[in-house]
């Protein structure tokens, strides 16, 4: 958890002194440094907030979330990430996510445009190992990758930055995506494409961004079509939270399967839980398959995916169930445990409706293909 993670530069008040200054005031303070365009004021005044945040209770720090995230586009650049630490502990903490959500996730942006350029000139300046930025000096790697014929030295520095505080704007963006509203509106807005797009070039060079990525896919209130071929029945159902298709599976399994739907072995109770809104705490429970997923086209939908991977025919995401062409099992739960996870039935489509969708969908691809 980011509220875990702060103060960021440790430090705080002076417990020596006799009036220990107030949240609000080391907010104000903060303010003030900022709109001075002050660096060292703003960084002392940061290590204050960051003391003073850390033991606050939840309803002044919910109350100071929106306010430190006013001050993000304001902070000198290094400070802006630790900043945004601290919005994200803020909203972990009660804070309005939307109204904290914007210029986290402007940070982020920045900060994976930054890394993916020092990628690029670190391959194009020799290669070898990037830097570590818990190790190497980013003075050195700035060095490295500026061009010496290019005045403006900001492209180095941008790169640096990024590099160093990608880490910092993962867990500040993850706080603010783990609520449905800011997913909603980072969706609808384009934000979440443009972030996704530029996570899947980043790839795994330094940071593991996997989770934020399922995370900032995750679909709410979202119809999905199930077709079952083999009986030649149709569901409209509905999606909320849902994070990955194992999650999918089991779900599905539980809602057709146990509600008599479909022939089947219903799911083991710890197992839906789990996929639903239990903690794993350590516990391994296994969970079974029951379907082979397939999109419309033929192609199979991965368990290892998310639930935006099944294509929109028609206005509506398309599933078809298959029987499984071996045994799957794997361990139950949900890939991002912050998020509960829902399926509700909407309706069972009429047998003439499901004939008609069924008959559009392709075969699936052989087990060779699928694989290939």
């Known amino acids: 958890m980011v509220s875990d993670r702060i103060p960021p530069h440790g430090g705080s008040a002076d417990p020596s002194d006799r009036q220990q200054p107030t949240l609000e005031h080391a907010i104000a303070e903060l303010e003030a440094a900022a709109d001075a365009v002050d660096s060292e004021r703003f960084d002392a005044a940061l290590r204050l907030v960051g003391g003073l945040l850390g033991p606050a209770g939840e309803r002044e720090s919910a109350a100071v979330g929106p306010r430190l995230a006013a001050v993000l586009p304001y902070a000198p650049p290094f400070e802006r990430a630790h900043l945004a630490m601290m919005v994200g502990a803020c909203v972990e903490r009660g804070a309005d996510p939307v109204a904290c959500a914007g210029q986290v996730l402007s940070g982020l942006r920045g900060a994976l445009s930054g890394a993916l350029l020092l990628i690029e000139r670190w391959k194009e300046t020799g290669g070898g190992d990037l830097p570590d930025p818990d ?3 980013p003075g050195q790697a700035h060095a490295r990758i500026a061009d010496p014929d290019d005045p403006d030295a900001w492209p180095a520095h941008k790169a640096v930055i990024g590099w160093w505080t990608l880490h910092l704007w993962q867990m500040a963006s993850f706080a603010v995506y783990t609520h449905a509203a800011v997913r909603a509106s980072a969706w609808s807005s384009g934000v979440t494409e443009v972030l996704a797009e530029l996570i899947e070039r980043y790839g795994e060079e330094q940071h593991d961004l996997k989770g934020l990525l399922y995370l900032m896919r995750t679909l709410d209130d979202e119809p999905l079509l199930v077709l079952d071929r083999p009986t030649g029945t149709g569901y409209l159902v509905r999606m909320d939270g849902l994070t990955d ?5 089991t779900l599905l399994a539980d809602l057709l399967i146990g509600g008599g739907h479909l022939p089947g072995v ?7 839980a789990l996929s639903r809104t239990e903690e794993v705490d350590g516990r391994r429970v296994t969970a079974l398959g029951a379907f082979n997923l397939v999109a419309p086209d033929g ?7 998310t639930p935006s991977d099944i294509p929109v025919v028609d206005g509506v995401r398309t599933l078809v169930l298959d029987p499984q062409p071996y045994e799957r099992s794997w361990a139950a739960g949900r890939f991002i445990q912050q998020v509960p996870g829902g399926l509700r039935l909407e309706r069972v489509l009429p047998p003439a409706e499901a004939a008609e969708r069924l008959a559009r969908a392709a075969a699936a691809h052989p087990f060779e293909e699928a694989f290939g």
Do not use: C, K, M, T
Request: net charge negative.
């Open 135 to 137: 190790a190497d000096s």
């Open 245 to 249: 298709n194992f999650q999918l599976h």
């Open 299 to 305: 192609s199979w939908i991965w368990n290892e995916g």
């Open 266 to 272: 219903r799911p083991d109770p710890e197992v839906v």
